[in-house]
């Protein structure tokens, strides 16, 4: 016995030491960087097959599984879309631990219509149709791909760490943000109501502007809310000696496209931030058929 004692003293002090030496380890820190090289990997996966606004299929289901690994209640398609014929691939995992406050943490899941030049061993190849019927190459231009690779990386970390929090957190994939929509369908269908209203909502972008390692915080608004519109100017067309007997229609657009300018200059208050922009304009479609010998 007299022998024993200090035998089982020293392995219960290896044993705590051991404790203290994992516990130390599990930072958000040395989670990050444990859970990189896998996060890496999904990043380039999403890279590579990116989908378009309202087509987010394969992504929320990847970022659904990777949800209910770390241990959430995931709730999948869930959104309306005003459009009833449109399936909205909203994604929603809660992650429950005690009782606190509520916290919502949110990604966006979808890509642009970009063709991709970066040479990059992942980069995407990918072509579609878009929702009027146009062949487009698609990509994520607009770090997507990255948002989510974070949000998942922040799961597997607050998933490892309850024993240092409390409350609920509600993990948001919001489909469509380039499209605006998605957040509104979700909205629509009840996020709130459904699975709390969040004391705090957490979500971020990527920032091209600063230096990679750093962290950008502002106080009150950043980035923007976006609305959009779609205008058609009709017209009759006519031979181009003869624009005295045309109504034409492209011009008027670009008298509107000047005019719409003056919304930020002179309809806003200048200390309010507005931006308007003029993202696509199509014009001198010809739709007559001539006959042909």
């Avoid at 859970?35 to 987010?56: F, N, Q, R, V």
């Avoid at 011009?251 to 200390?271: C, D, G, K, W």
């Avoid at 308007?276 to 010998?293: D, H, I, R, Y």
Wanted: some cysteine; aromatic content about 6%.
């Amino acid at each position: 016995m007299t022998i024993m004692k200090p035998l089982v003293l020293s392995t219960l002090s290896i044993s705590i030491l051991c404790s203290s030496v994992v516990l130390a380890q599990r930072t958000p820190q040395s989670l990050a960087d444990a859970e990189l090289p896998s996060l890496l990997a999904i990043y380039k996966d999403i890279h590579s097959h990116p989908e378009l606004s309202g087509h987010e299929e394969r992504t929320a289901a990847l970022v659904a599984k990777e949800l209910r690994a770390v241990g959430c209640e995931v709730t999948e398609n869930f959104g309306t879309y005003d459009q009833p014929n449109l399936k909205c691939h909203g994604v929603v995992g809660v992650m429950k631990n005690g009782s606190g406050p509520t916290v919502l943490v949110r990604t966006d899941m979808d890509a642009l219509p970009v063709h991709e030049e970066t040479g990059l061993p992942y980069a995407s190849t990918v072509t579609t149709k878009n929702d009027e019927g146009r062949d487009v190459s698609v990509m994520h231009a607009c770090g997507h791909d990255a948002h989510m690779a974070a949000f998942i990386g922040t799961a597997r970390a607050l998933g490892k760490l309850k024993d240092s929090w409390h409350g609920t957190i509600i993990f948001v994939g919001q489909p469509a943000e380039e499209a605006i929509g998605g957040a509104r369908a979700m909205l629509k269908a009840g996020l709130y109501d459904r699975f709390g209203k969040p004391d705090f909502a957490l979500g971020f972008h990527d920032e091209a502007d600063l230096r990679t390692g750093h962290i950008g915080v502002t106080s009150g608004y950043t980035y923007a809310n976006v609305d959009s519109v779609n205008l058609t100017v009709r017209g009759e067309g006519g031979h181009g000696a003869y624009p005295h007997k045309t109504k034409d229609p492209i011009e008027l657009s670009a008298e509107i496209i000047n005019a719409l300018q003056t919304i930020a200059s002179r309809e806003n208050n200048p200390l309010d931030p507005v931006v308007v922009t003029v993202g696509s304009f199509t014009a001198g479609l010809n739709t007559t058929s001539f006959p042909t010998k």
